[in-house]
């Protein structure tokens, strides 16, 4: 982002829960980190009246409830170029709020080149009206557009959506955020893979056995229990981020790392994924999900997820992709697994597992296992784990993913956000297992590894993340 040229940023939604929680911090991390320009300004906006002082003290209460030390430190700046407009509507009955004045008076105190960046952080439902009414109001020339996920809750509304924002922006206007591609340790599985042959040359179905996209979580929903009971693990999770991730291990070498090389290599990958069926799926509820306030007493939204995916092609054709997500389960972590293929045995023992794991969460660790000898007198096989965490990489300082993302958007560069032909896609694979034929939800109990059906996705082998085996240990075995 050149220093010179100012900001707007136009945070639609600017007291929600996405904002508070994910937009405010990041902003405020981009201004601690000095990667701002000199001359940026906040616009809240939303359907309430509220005045500027008032959205101040919000800004200030959401970095000290969910920013980091970094971002609370940025506070006062963040205060100093906060103003507040109430939001334009679609409908003709309603005026034009503030926002068009707001956002004139803004663009006449930085200047004519500055950009501006609306960033709807509102439900879903909320995406098409108001990008049509930012249309109306005159507010889409030459600005930027953050579009959210789920970007679309069902085939026909993805297409509807798309359909509306192509009529009123042009596609590099355009930037779908699905945070997990924005975490630097997702996008050192390019490297990874590309610079060590170590690792890229088993990157084929002739080494690895199964690959494994486990996104489990302790917390429940009980704070966005009304959006979940709406969505659900399947829509919110694997139609999006998991279903990137995958394609993201799937894809084959870019021709390059600019935006249109690597958003063409993911795309290719998941217009490779084979449509899902029932069979291979299973959804899951915990229990006590309906006690919950805000959500239906006989609800059937399902808190949690597992798929096996296949990718047809030379590369993949064959090998399980499992992907699994969930709430309320025994432990939180966010890994991409490769289980290698290893003999069943070496001198008359068992070998053991040997994968490459590479933890999403936080700056990223790379962990490899193998077989190995026991040390001492005897030959004795064993494992050995051998890891690497990036954060103790030097000299660096890993970006949190959206505060990445949102300074990819100020910079203009769309590497890292989805593109309608891959959301076409995701949307094809995942459309055989919703409506009628969506399998039927099964509980569970929380504080565990999900419906026991979950497990039979990855035989004859096992989930690398679950729980230990009575000696301790957790094999993995994809053969």
């Known amino acids: 982002m050149p220093a010179d040229r100012p900001v707007l940023l136009v945070l639609?939604?600017?007291?929600?829960?996405?904002?508070?929680?994910?937009?405010?911090?990041?902003?405020?991390?981009?201004?601690?980190?000095?990667?701002?320009?000199?001359?940026?300004?906040?616009?809240?906006?939303?359907?309430?009246?509220?005045?500027?002082?008032?959205?101040?003290?919000?800004?200030?209460?959401?970095?000290?409830?969910?920013?980091d030390e970094e971002a609370r430190g940025a506070g006062d700046a963040l205060r100093e170029r906060a103003t507040y407009a109430r939001d334009?509507?679609?409908?003709?009955?309603?005026?034009?709020?503030?926002?068009?004045?707001?956002?004139?008076?803004?663009?006449?105190?930085?200047?004519?080149?500055?950009?501006?960046?609306?960033?709807?952080?509102?439900?879903?439902?909320?995406?098409?009206?108001?990008?049509r009414a930012l249309h109306r109001h005159g507010l889409v020339d030459g600005v930027r557009v953050v579009y959210e996920k789920p970007y679309g809750t069902?085939?026909?509304?993805?297409?509807?959506?798309?359909a509306v924002v192509h009529e009123v922006l042009d596609e590099e206007q355009v930037f779908r955020i699905d945070h997990f591609l924005g975490k630097e340790a997702t996008q050192n599985?390019?490297?990874?893979?590309f610079a060590n042959e170590l690792?890229?040359?088993?990157?084929?179905?002739?080494?690895?056995?199964?690959?494994?996209?486990?996104?489990?979580?302790?917390?429940?929903?009980?704070?966005?229990?009304?959006?979940?009971?709406?969505?659900?693990?399947?829509?919110?999770?694997?139609?999006?981020?998991?279903?990137?991730?995958?394609?993201?291990?799937?894809?084959?070498?870019?021709?390059?790392?600019?935006?249109?090389?690597?958003?063409?290599?993911?795309?290719?990958?998941?217009e490779h994924f084979r449509p899902l069926t029932p069979d291979d799926v299973v959804l899951g509820q915990f229990e006590g999900y309906r006690e919950i306030d805000g959500v239906d007493d006989a609800s059937t939204t399902d808190t949690f997820v597992a798929a096996r995916l296949y990718v047809d092609t030379d590369r993949w054709r064959g090998v399980p992709f499992l992907l699994r997500t969930g709430?309320?389960?025994?432990?939180?972590?966010?890994?991409?697994?490769?289980?290698?293929?290893?003999?069943?045995?070496?001198?008359?023992?068992?070998?053991?597992?040997?994968?490459?794991a590479v933890s999403l969460a936080g700056s990223g660790e790379v962990r490899i296992t193998t077989t190995v000898k026991r040390p001492g007198p005897d030959l004795v096989l064993d494992t050995g784990t051998a890891t690497l965490a990036l954060a103790d990489v030097e000299p660096g300082a890993a970006l949190p993913p959206y505060a990445g993302l949102l300074a990819d958007v100020l910079a203009g560069d769309r590497t890292l956000f989805t593109t309608?032909?891959?959301?076409?896609?995701?949307?094809?694979?995942?459309?055989?297992?919703?409506?009628?034929?969506?399998?039927?939800?099964?509980?569970?109990?929380?504080?565990?590894?999900?419906?026991?059906?979950?497990?039979?996705?990855?035989?004859?082998?096992?989930?690398?993340?679950?729980?230990?085996?009575?000696?301790?240990?957790?094999?993995?075995?994809?053969?």
């Open 199 to 270: 690792v890229g040359g088993a990157w084929n179905r002739e080494h690895v056995a199964q690959v494994q996209v486990d996104v489990p979580e302790t917390l429940d929903v009980a704070d966005r229990a009304e959006f979940y009971d709406a969505t659900g693990a399947l829509l919110d999770m694997l139609v999006t981020h998991l279903f990137q991730v995958a394609a993201t291990v799937a894809m084959e070498p870019p021709a390059g790392l600019s935006a249109g090389d690597l958003a063409a290599a993911r795309d290719e990958a998941l």
């Open 12 to 67: 639609h939604g600017a007291r929600g829960d996405l904002a508070r929680r994910m937009v405010l911090p990041a902003l405020a991390t981009l201004h601690a980190r000095d990667l701002l320009p000199a001359r940026w300004a906040l616009l809240g906006a939303g359907r309430s009246e509220v005045s500027t002082a008032d959205f101040r003290s919000a800004v200030s209460e959401a970095l000290e409830t969910f920013g």
């Open 189 to 193: 599985l390019h490297v990874v893979r």
């Open 154 to 162: 069902s085939p026909e509304s993805f297409r509807a959506l798309d």
């Open 88 to 131: 334009v509507s679609e409908s003709d009955e309603d005026d034009a709020g503030d926002l068009p004045d707001a956002v004139a008076r803004a663009r006449r105190s930085l200047g004519d080149e500055a950009v501006v960046v609306h960033y709807l952080a509102v439900p879903p439902e909320s995406f098409e009206p108001l990008t």
């Open 420 to 479: 309608p032909r891959g959301l076409a896609a995701a949307w094809r694979a995942v459309e055989p297992v919703l409506g009628d034929a969506r399998p039927q939800v099964q509980p569970y109990a929380p504080d565990g590894w999900g419906p026991g059906a979950a497990e039979a996705l990855a035989a004859p082998g096992r989930w690398a993340l679950g729980p230990a085996d009575p000696d301790g240990t957790r094999p993995t075995d994809g053969d």
């Open 327 to 356: 709430k309320r389960m025994a432990a939180s972590a966010q890994q991409v697994t490769l289980v290698l293929r290893r003999p069943d045995e070496l001198f008359g023992q068992e070998v053991g597992p040997n994968q490459v």
